[in-house]
Nanobody
Framework: QVQLVESGGGLVQAGGSLRLSCAAS????????MSWYRQAPGKEREFVAT?????????NYRDSVKGRFTISRDNAKNTVYLQMNSLKREDTAVYYC?????????WGQGTQVTVST
């Protein structure tokens, strides 16, 4: 079983930065594809970023965060990160960590990110 715990959310002014962390339990973290999703009130959960389990850790981002957000992972620490720079009001949402391996998936409880002007 995998348990995911997100942290690092908070209130930040537009143009500021936050670094989210997702700590995972288990012995097989390096085999999971890790992703970040987000959900704003009244909206569907949407994909933000993903990093593969393969050597080299290929990444992918939704267009609206490219150049601003960076996903990374530290397998020795069983942790995935989302560095968020140049934050905008539209980035306000609950951010969720997701782990997938062989079509099993796990979700964290989410961490709130609020961007103010």
């Amino acid at each position: 079983q995998v348990q995911l715990v997100e942290s690092g959310g908070g209130l930040v002014q537009a143009g500021g930065s936050l670094r989210l962390s997702c700590a995972a339990s288990g012995r097989f973290f390096s085999t999971y594809t890790m992703s970040w999703y987000r959900q704003a009130p009244g909206k569907e959960r949407e994909f933000v970023a993903t990093i593969s389990s393969t050597v080299g850790g290929s990444t992918n981002y939704r267009d609206s965060v490219k150049g601003r957000f960076t996903i990374s992972r530290d397998n020795a620490k069983n942790t995935v990160y989302l560095q968020m720079n140049s934050l905008k009001r539209e980035d306000t949402a609950v951010y969720y960590c997701n782990a997938v391996r062989v079509f099993r998936d796990y979700w964290g409880q989410g961490t709130q990110v609020t961007v103010s002007t």
